[in-house]
C-alpha cells in the first residue's frame, strides 16, 4: 500500500500557470499537469543554480526524492517544446513559506509571510488584492502548519 506523500515546502507560489504555443487553441492541445513541487525543483535546480543538497534541504526532502522530481519535471518541459504541448502547473502535496500577492488597483505584486494575510497593498492601499497561494487551494493549511512547528 502508497503511503501519503510529504508535504514538500515551496518558497511561493508561481507567478504564471498555464504555457502553450502561441497561436493554437489551448483546447486542441495535449494537457501536461507539471506539480507545484516539480516546478519548485525546477525553479531551485536550474533557474537558481542551487545544487541539489542545497535545494532539497530548502524543500524538506531528501536528496533522492529532489532528483527524481528534476528528472520528472525535465522530461514534462521537453514534452511540451518538443510536442507543443500545454504545461499547467497544479497539484501536489506542498506547503508555501511565502505568499505573492498582486493589487488590482496598481498591479504592485509582492511577498510576504504565509503566516500573515495581507489585506491592503503597501503602496495604494488599496484592499483589492489577488491572494496567490489561495488560488491553489492554500492560505488556511499553511497558516495553520506554521503555527504549529
Given at each position: 500500500m502508497a503511503r501519503n506523500p510529504k508535504a514538500r515546502a515551496i518558497s511561493h507560489p508561481p507567478l504564471f500557470t498555464t504555457f502553450k504555443p502561441a497561436g493554437v487553441a489551448g483546447t486542441k492541445l495535449t494537457t501536461i499537469t507539471l506539480e507545484l513541487d516539480e516546478y519548485e525543483a525546477i525553479r531551485l535546480a536550474d533557474y537558481e543554480g542551487l545544487e541539489h543538497e542545497k535545494?532539497?534541504?530548502?524543500?524538506?526532502?531528501?536528496?533522492?526524492?529532489?532528483?527524481?522530481?528534476?528528472?520528472?519535471?525535465?522530461?514534462?518541459?521537453?514534452?511540451?517544446?518538443?510536442?507543443?504541448?500545454?504545461?499547467?502547473?497544479?497539484?501536489?502535496?506542498?506547503?508555501?513559506?511565502?505568499?505573492?500577492?498582486?493589487?488590482?488597483?496598481?498591479?504592485?505584486?509582492?511577498?510576504?509571510?504565509?503566516?500573515?494575510?495581507?489585506k491592503e497593498c503597501p503602496l495604494c492601499h488599496s484592499s483589492e488584492l489577488v491572494d496567490f497561494a489561495k488560488g491553489f487551494g492554500h492560505g488556511v493549511c499553511c497558516h495553520t502548519k506554521k503555527e504549529k512547528e
Open positions: 535545494a532539497s534541504d530548502a524543500m524538506g526532502i531528501s536528496r533522492s526524492t529532489f532528483t527524481r522530481l528534476v528528472e520528472r519535471a525535465r522530461k514534462k518541459m521537453a514534452l511540451m517544446l518538443v510536442e507543443g504541448s500545454k504545461v499547467v502547473i497544479n497539484g501536489g502535496s506542498v506547503h508555501f513559506k511565502e505568499n505573492v500577492y498582486q493589487c488590482k488597483a496598481c498591479n504592485h505584486r509582492f511577498r510576504a509571510s504565509i503566516l500573515e494575510e495581507k
